[in-house]
């Protein structure tokens, strides 16, 4: 009995099972020849919803077709913009991180500088008050209180909390030969279009 089972087991072991064809392969081999050897899209994915969300798919990169001819559309990988809009919003959310937490411990580099320079520029309200700050007491740059004193007019005019009790403290602060520096901030004029 114990032999008996064991030749079965080691039969079934050893034995193929017969190929047979079924339908769908039949028609894939009829399309392939049709189609000099490339499924079309409709077949190769036969089981996806005829309905697809294509907002964020983007076109081929110009780059990747140029690169090799001989790359056919479904080689190619399809771009999701929104994937890498997204990322590298959280990365520009990440860099301004670091270079505010570099001002809050005094370890201000040329790359934070930067970054908040960039900001001011964009007249960020929260860059312009950190800036202002650096200026006032010399942080990651040299003491400046007449251009301190320029950036908190520009944070008033930004609506910074608290923007006109630092103006005040930092004009105190200054000498008569700075108080002469100052100049009156002048806000940029806003494009006609956005009128």
Known sequence: MKKLVFLTLLALLFVKPAHSTSLDEIYRDLVKS??????????????????????????????????????????????????IEEEARIARQRKWDNAVLAVRENRVTPVELDEILLRVAENNPHAVEIYAWMNARGIGIPQDLVHAFNLYQQAIFLKVAGAEKNAAAVYRVMNPEQRQQIKAYIPPEEDEEEK
């Open 34 to 83: 049709d189609n000099e050897g490339y499924l079309p899209l409709y077949v190769k994915n036969r089981k996806i919803p005829d309905l697809l969300i294509e907002d964020g798919i983007t076109e081929i990169p110009l780059a990747i077709k140029a690169e090799d001819p001989k790359i056919t559309p479904y080689q190619i990988p399809l771009v999701d913009k929104y994937k």
